[in-house]
């Protein structure tokens, strides 16, 4: 049976449609697996050993259309569900399978603050997508695979980082799921470990003021790696402290124990952290979100402003307490 997988972004979500894809691939018979996302996505599923053809959209619609014309599908299973992908399986005419949005039940939590969400993590709705051809759920969690040609060497990390360090994950989508500079400058004083700063090349001048205030102690990584090599610092960390991003979930796919710290979104959106089954009764994370706040979330995604302008979701954390757990996971990693 060939299966078109679709998730065209992001990072996190693409991380959660893995255990759909590992099953279908394990449970179903003969089963060829196809996904599709986008080129600037390639490097999030390119060795994932689970798939057996890779399809990436860039920008040309049609042209990819065409491509996927040209194989023969069993059956297109749409975990992304928006009208790019209503257009391709409108075009290949086989039938389809198609997750549970819930855009309705997010925009009454995000917008009206009422919470019709289901208990249901995204991650096990893409599984329930294939309830009919007879996929359940193994209980192994998330999976992130790194070439296994990939390595860093001793140059690549500090003296001072190579016992160990905590992975702090300071980039994000949009600035109300980030912690303000100041704040991000506290939060690594107290913690007591050595520490690297992990984002993208637009957090680099952040991460820059941020380590200017203990070089010896924090390493700033962002823009000086790729996306395998930052998820290799996170895989070989002692633990990860991380805001609302993708990173976060590449963590819970090599069993790290994590602090979220949460802005404009919220895991009541039900993008909690998502371990296998034989994790799930430990203590593998906390959520840091600031209490009894009626305007968080406010986005399913965040905001570049806070729409109340008081940003409160972000400066009235609960930094001490943050670390205190930062801390103990450090010295008792799984």
């Known amino acids: 049976m060939r299966l078109l997988f679709i998730r065209l972004s992001s990072i996190g979500d693409i991380v959660f449609t893995t255990p759909a894809i590992r099953c279908a691939k394990l449970q179903i018979p003969n089963a060829e697996i196809h996904f599709l996302t986008k080129a600037s996505m390639k490097d999030v ?44 399986k409108k075009a290949l005419g086989v ?11 997010k925009f ?6 009422f919470n019709f969400m289901p208990h249901r993590h995204i991650a096990d709705r893409c599984l329930d997508t294939l309830k009919s051809l007879g996929v359940v ?7 992130h695979f790194i070439p296994v040609s990939l390595a860093l060497s001793a140059k690549d990390i500090p003296t001072a980082h190579q016992a160990g ?21 506290q939060l690594c004083q107290l913690i007591e470990y050595p520490i690297v700063l992990i984002g993208g090349k637009e957090d680099a001048a952040i991460g820059a003021q941020v380590a200017s205030a203990n070089p010896t102690k924090i390493y700033n990584a962002c823009g000086k790696f790729n996306l395998h ?22 963590a819970c796919a090599y069993h790290k124990k994590t ?18 089954e034989d994790l799930v009764l430990q203590d593998m994370y906390m959520n840091a979100i600031v209490p009894h706040l009626s305007c968080q979330p406010c986005s399913n995604y965040g905001t570049q402003k806070c729409p109340q302008g008081h940003f409160s979701c972000m400066r009235q954390q609960n930094l001490n307490e943050i670390a205190s757990k930062v801390n103990s996971y450090y010295i008792s990693p799984t």
Do not use: C, M
């Not at 009454?108 to 603050?113: A, E, F, N, S, V």
């Not at 759920?137 to 999976?143: H, I, R, T």
């Not at 602090?259 to 296998?276: C, K």
């Open 229 to 250: 090599e930052s998820a290799l610092l996170v895989k070989q960390s002692k633990t990860v402290v991380s805001h609302d991003t993708g990173f976060l979930y590449i």
């Open 165 to 185: 360090y905590v992975a702090f994950v300071i980039g994000a989508s949009y600035a109300t799921k980030k912690l303000p500079l100041e704040q991000l400058r």
């Open 259 to 276: 602090v979220a710290i949460w802005g404009a979104t919220s895991p009541a959106l039900q993008v909690e952290r998502y371990y296998p």
């Open 108 to 113: 009454l939590l995000t917008k009206l603050h």
């Open 95 to 105: 039938p389809a399978l198609t997750y549970e949005k819930l855009s309705i039940q």
């Open 137 to 143: 759920n193994d209980g192994k969690g998330l999976d």
């Open 45 to 88: 599923t390119v060795a994932n050993p689970y798939i057996d053809q890779f399809h990436y959209f860039d920008n040309n619609l049609s042209f990819l259309i065409d491509q996927l014309k040209g194989i023969h599908f069993d059956y297109i299973i749409d975990l992304h569900k928006n009208f790019r992908t209503f257009k391709i």
